[in-house]
């Protein structure tokens, strides 16, 4: 079968390449699983189907030469074929298919034979020898590589000698080593100038001896963990005695070494010499919790000492005196701050010497604030005589530039168990009763009243809580009618400003008015009644019969001092009567007496200014002003409003005569001056009666009505009108 397959392929020349691929897939075929190659299966039958060419023109060369098989062999090698595997299924494949798929007629079929045979025994004579060669260079290689390994590792150890010497003698932190028994075994330059500069007392040492009061608890616990090998590292702040006594602050860091089978088997301390930036430290906490001017500790520092003492238990005690200068602005003011400082350094230096008991220290707040501290058993009557030394030193004169000025303190005083009590909650309490000490005149203590505190804490979450509770529309108005006392109608109404607190309930003006006074809300707020008043009058000019009640109702919207003095008073009234078509006869504006009292021209030109458009201005609280009557003829009012204490005493039968000439000497003097007669708190109908004989225009009061919504007014005038 072979000489005619053979004698088929030379009849075909042409289709050789093809053969030629065929053979190569065998050939892959074959030993591509044994291989090493990293080429894919169709790039290493592609480089097969090279070799296999080379073959074929050996096989078919005019003069037979076994280089080109010799040369395949190695290729073969060098493609990574190195198994012998590979070798022995090369040779099949072409014992076997290289003389079917490459054969010729040109040759005998023996030649061709004696040819192949040939080839095979070249090629792995070849593939041996590239082997070989290959393999003699791989160790070549290795050893060569070794040898580098060897001589870089002697070089590398060289340079981590001399580095690491470099390190240990130029560091800037003090380095020593110590075996595990805590011998020091060796120590660099910086660690022995740490120490002193005398290097045989560091070196001669164990690190046993290097222990300092002031050594944290855990520092021996976690350095015997270490020498035992239960830990790598730590790391503390810890305090060493030099040779001379003095401390040496380190950061200290300690780390295990172990061998090369990982046994411990010496210690190494790293140490930073933090003595100057630990005195640092000290210096800025000392300027952080003293005061500058003072030198008294601040109120960091008193804080942190109240939170202490009050953080005692159960069964300790605590007294606290909080004192405040009396009139230290007005000495600040008039020779300057340069002498109010002074003069406080001097009180500082007086209260100092005041708490010298165990237990007792003294720190300024801030301005002329300060407090004093104390603590026992006893401090229901320690703290009080603390404050009494303290005012005591206080009273003996402070010369200033010439001049002696007596200082006088207020102080509150809070004293009780420390349990249950937070810091700020103890100053709070304080500080309200010092501003109860200085209400009462000053130069004395008071002692801390929880009903009083809370009064006051309630004054100031009220005025805290103004501004918001106007934004939302929590106040609103009632009204209390004004009636003529000769006919009994109506003449009137008062409007009464109400706040509905949403925790309080509805409260009266005597709660917040004072409070909007004193936080300026009183502009904005007496703006919004005014224009309220004045919209509910022309409601309620709008709802009655026309000529009703002989003229129209009056509303009367009292006016605060600071009101009085607000410069927008005229051109606000004006606009707001103008907006909502009022009359200005039918606005009353009432300002209590003592608002009046001394007034000067320039606080009376808007009430004039007012009363010469046509609104009348009352003048209200009539008799507890203590004014001289003189002035009524100098003041733009057209009704004075008679204090109810003058009328209380006619709600009795028989009425105080004393009373009776009282009140008719008044309405005569007003009637002369042609001013009208209202009174307050009328309650009886005997009362009434009294009072229009005596010949009073016009009242209000619970016997008539109480102050309620406009619709009540509005029933009541349309009663009176029909």
Not at 568 to 584: I, M
Request: hydrophobic share 40%.
């Amino acid at each position: 079968m072979v000489p005619s397959q053979a004698a088929g392929s030379a009849a075909h020349p042409d289709g050789l390449e093809d053969r030629l691929r065929r053979f190569a897939t065998i050939w892959s075929r074959a030993i591509f699983p044994s291989s090493a190659t990293p080429l894919t299966r169709p790039a290493f039958e592609k480089q097969l189907l090279s070799l296999a060419r080379e073959l074929n023109e050996a096989l078919h060369a005019r003069h037979f030469d076994t280089g080109p098989a010799q040369r395949v062999g190695a290729a073969l090698v060098a493609a990574h074929c190195t198994d012998p595997e590979a070798l022995g299924r090369t040779l099949g494949v072409i014992d076997s298919y290289l003389v079917l798929y490459c054969g010729t007629e040109e040759l005998p079929a023996e030649e061709i034979r004696a040819r192949c045979a040939r080839s095979q025994h070249s090629l792995a004579a070849g593939f041996a020898q590239a082997l070989r060669e290959r393999t003699l260079c791989e160790q070549e290689a290795i050893a060569r590589s070794a040898l580098a390994a060897r001589s870089d590792a002697e070089e590398a150890l060289h340079a981590t000698e001399v580095r690491f010497r470099a390190v240990f003698e130029g560091a800037a932190i003090g380095i020593g080593i110590a075996d595990l028994e805590g011998q020091v075994l060796e120590v660099n330059d910086t660690l022995t100038q740490m120490f002193g500069g005398l290097e045989h007392h560091v070196r001669s040492r164990n690190v046993s001896e290097w222990v300092h009061p002031e050594d944290v608890p855990q520092v021996w616990r976690m350095y015997g963990e270490l020498v035992r090998g239960e830990r790598e590292h730590f790391r503390v702040e810890k305090p060493f005695y030099r040779n001379d006594g003095t401390v040496l602050w380190t950061n200290l860091t300690v780390s295990l070494l172990r061998d090369a089978e990982g046994r411990p088997q010496y210690q190494l301390a790293l140490m930073e010499d933090t003595t100057e930036r630990r005195l640092l430290n000290l210096r800025l906490r000392y300027e952080a919790t003293h005061d500058a001017l003072t030198g008294l500790p601040n109120r960091t520092l008193f804080f942190e000492r109240l939170e202490k003492t009050l953080a005692a238990g159960d069964g300790a005690r605590f007294g606290l005196c909080y004192l405040d200068l009396d009139g230290f602005k007005a000495i600040n003011d008039s020779l300057g701050h340069s002498a109010g400082d002074r003069l406080l350094v001097e009180v500082a230096d007086r209260l100092q010497s005041c708490a010298t008991a165990p237990g007792e220290m003294v720190a300024r707040l801030g301005g002329d604030e300060f407090v004093a501290l104390t603590s026992g058993p006893d401090t229901e009557r320690d703290v009080a005589d603390l404050a009494s030394r303290i005012l005591g030193t206080l009273s003996t004169p402070i010369r200033l530039d010439g001049r002696e000025f007596t200082v006088r303190g207020s102080i509150g005083i809070v004293e009780g168990p420390a349990a249950g009590r937070g810091p700020a909650e103890v100053l709070r309490s304080a500080d309200i009763t010092m501003y109860r000490a200085k209400a009462a005149g000053g130069n004395r203590y008071e002692l801390a009243d929880p009903e009083a505190d809370k009064r006051a804490i309630t004054r100031h979450g009220l005025t805290t809580a103004l501004p918001a509770a106007l934004e939302r529309g929590e106040f609103f108005i009632e009204y209390q009618p004004l009636v003529h006392l000769d006919d009994g109608t109506v003449h009137g109404a008062e409007a009464l400003v109400r706040w509905s607190h949403p925790q309080h309930g509805v409260l009266g003006p005597d709660r917040f008015i004072p409070l909007a006074e004193h936080t300026g809300l009183i502009v904005p707020l007496g703006r919004w009644v005014l224009e309220q008043s004045v919209r509910q009058a022309r409601c309620w000019q709008e709802q009655l019969p026309p000529g009703a009640l002989g003229g129209p109702l009056r509303i009367n919207v009292n006016l605060s001092p600071t009101q009085l003095q607000h410069p927008g008073l005229v051109a606000d009234t004006v606009e707001v009567l103008e907006r909502v078509g009022l009359p200005p006869g039918a606005l009353c504006l009432e300002v209590t007496e003592s608002a009046l009292i001394g007034a000067d021209d320039d606080l009376l030109k808007p009430l004039r200014q007012l009363s010469e458009m046509g609104v009348d201005i009352a003048l209200d609280d009539f008799g507890t002003g203590y004014s001289n009557l003189a002035n009524l003829r100098r003041l733009p009012v057209n009704v004075l409003k008679l204090d109810r204490s003058f009328t209380q005493g006619m709600q009795q039968h028989p009425a105080d005569p004393v009373d009776l000439k009282i009140v008719e000497g008044i309405v005569s003097l007003a009637h002369s001056l042609e001013l009208a007669v209202t009174v307050e708190g009328v309650e009886t109908g005997a009362q009434a009666e009294q009072l229009r004989r005596l010949g009073c225009d016009t009242a209000q009061g619970w016997y008539y009505a109480r102050p309620g919504p406009p619709e009540q007014l509005h029933t009541l005038s349309l009663a009176d009108a029909v």
